[in-house]
């Protein structure tokens, strides 16, 4: 059964950091594009940053420079790494892996970030 299970989302102030983890099972992980995504109240969800088979990362242009994606291949792990973190960071984010061999996607169930003094 696949599966994708996000955590370390958590209430930080501006300015702070966080970072959110996507544990894969149940998927060859070495062949999915992993990707994070956020939705805020009211909005529709939005692509955040990708990191595809090579490794090759890119990212929308409002988290540039202040988000970092990684995996580690051994643990089936995909990271989010956040800085200088703005309250319109704040949503639900969601992680996402596509397999590169059949073309299915699987999200996760999301995990909250919320950023406010």
């Known amino acids: 059964q696949v599966q994708l299970v996000e955590s370390g989302g958590d209430l930080v102030q501006p300015g702070g950091s966080l970072r959110l983890s996507c544990a894969a099972s149940g998927i060859i992980f070495s062949r999915n594009v992993l990707g994070w995504y956020r939705q805020a109240p009211g909005n529709q969800r939005e692509w955040v940053a990708t990191?595809?088979?090579?490794?090759?990362?890119t990212y929308t242009d409002s988290v540039k420079d202040r988000f970092i994606i990684s995996r580690e291949i051994a643990e089936s792990t995909v990271y989010l790494q956040m800085y200088s973190l703005k309250p319109e960071d704040t949503a639900v984010y969601y992680c996402?892996?596509?397999?590169?061999?059949?073309?299915?996607?699987?999200w996760g169930q999301g995990t909250q970030v919320t950023v406010s003094s």
């Open positions: 996402k892996a596509r397999d590169t061999g059949t073309g299915l996607a699987k």
């Open positions: 990191i595809n088979v090579g490794g090759i990362t």
